[in-house]
């Protein structure tokens, strides 16, 4: 059983930057690909950035590439999400979820091959 917990979430204005963080607890990180996901107000959870279990491959939406950075820090089995450049469009409850895989070089996109997930942070951002 993997507990995740989300932190660092809050109200920013557009422009403004956030770090979100993750602690992962149960299990070695590296036994598990990592990623987070959004959730906007009537609308579904949706994909953000994740990595592979192995570390090394790294994806993005199209809309948060080059604003977003997702980092992760084995040692304190936590991941980050640096977010830069903020608007309002990026206002969203935030989930870090993780997933097992045999390839240690996939990235899993799909809510669906998210085995756990933590709480959510909120995100706001005014205009």
């Known amino acids: 059983q993997v507990q995740l917990v989300e932190s660092g979430g809050g109200l920013v204005q557009a422009g403004d930057s956030l770090r979100l963080s993750c602690v992962a607890s149960?299990?070695?990180?590296?036994?598990?690909?990592m990623g987070w996901f959004r959730q906007a107000p009537g609308k579904e959870r949706e994909f953000v950035s994740a990595f592979s279990r192995s570390g090394t491959r790294i994806n993005y939406a199209d809309s948060v590439q080059g604003r977003f950075t997702i980092s992760r820090d084995n040692a304190m089995s936590t991941i980050h999400l640096q977010m830069n450049n903020l608007g309002p469009e990026d206002t969203a409850v935030y989930y870090c979820?993780?997933?097992?895989?045999?390839?240690?070089?996939?990235?899993?996109?799909?809510?669906?091959?998210?085995?756990?997930w933590g709480q959510g942070t909120q995100v706001t951002v005014s205009s």
């Open positions: 979820a993780a997933f097992s895989s045999r390839n240690w070089f996939h990235v899993a996109s799909e809510r669906s091959e998210y085995e756990y």
């Open positions: 149960g299990h070695s990180l590296s036994d598990y690909g």
